[in-house]
């Protein structure tokens, strides 16, 4: 069974600061690889995918994640946080395509201004 | 707008009653997912289903039921044998065959149960 750790449970940077949050997944075969954000009482929105080709993967709000094969990971970075980038960041990895997915306990971001 | 809807969007239950959560969405998908979350645990899967009709047991289904009538709807029903039903509650819906195909989330249902 695949399963995902996301090793740090709350971050603080500050504004300005880069960001890298990581994860770790398990999965036998080809991982679909995900990173969501989620601000507090609403849903998830997608930040960036992966599920094969170039490892480095761009997204949405200037985030990008780097596909590590041989270190199980992929942690997700940004150069340079905005305050609005507080929220709690989930990694999640599917199989084939049926999308079901598995959650690490995601990581809350905290930006100090 | 395409999107996912879940209703309502707070829900108080008394002890030993049974309610239900609604989730439709209008993107044609035909997946669809019932999430738990609680703080500290991430998001775990309580039962999702591919096609009108039938269903599949997520890694925590005991205490919940759900039916598919329609493509558009998978109402959770959130059982009294359900023992912590307190929780955060996410409907999801996918498209099927395309591999790494992304899950689209509603806002969620926070149960309380008083």
């Known amino acids: 069974a695949q399963s995902v750790t996301q090793p740090d449970i709350h971050i603080t940077v500050s504004e300005g600061a880069s960001l890298e949050l990581r994860c770790n997944y398990s999965y036998g075969a080809t991982p679909y690889l995900f990173w969501y954000v989620q601000s507090p009482g609403q849903g998830l929105q997608l930040l960036l995918k992966y599920f094969s080709g170039d490892t480095l993967v761009q997204g949405i709000k200037g985030f990008e994640a780097e596909f590590k094969r041989s270190q199980s990971s992929f942690n997700l970075r940004k150069p340079s946080v905005h305050w609005s980038d507080a929220a709690e960041y989930f990694c999640a990895v599917g199989t084939g395509t049926a999308s079901k997915l598995t959650f690490g306990t995601g990581t809350r971001l905290q930006v100090t201004l | 707008d395409g999107g996912i809807t879940q209703s309502p969007k707070y829900l108080f239950r008394k002890e030993g009653q049974n309610v239900t959560l609604s989730c439709e969405q209008n993107?044609?998908?035909?997946?669809m997912y019932w999430y738990r979350q609680d703080p500290g645990q991430g998001l775990r899967l309580i039962y999702y289903?591919?096609?009108?009709?039938?269903?599949q047991k997520g890694d925590i289904a005991e205490g919940y039921s759900v039916s598919r009538e329609k493509k558009e709807s998978f109402p959770l029903t959130v059982t009294s044998a359900q023992k912590n039903p307190t929780a955060f509650y996410l409907c999801a819906s996918s498209s099927l065959g395309d591999p790494g195909t992304e899950a689209f989330f509603g806002q969620g249902t926070r149960l309380t149960v008083v």
């Open positions: 289903s591919q096609i009108v009709n039938d269903f």
């Open positions: 993107l044609n998908h035909d997946a």
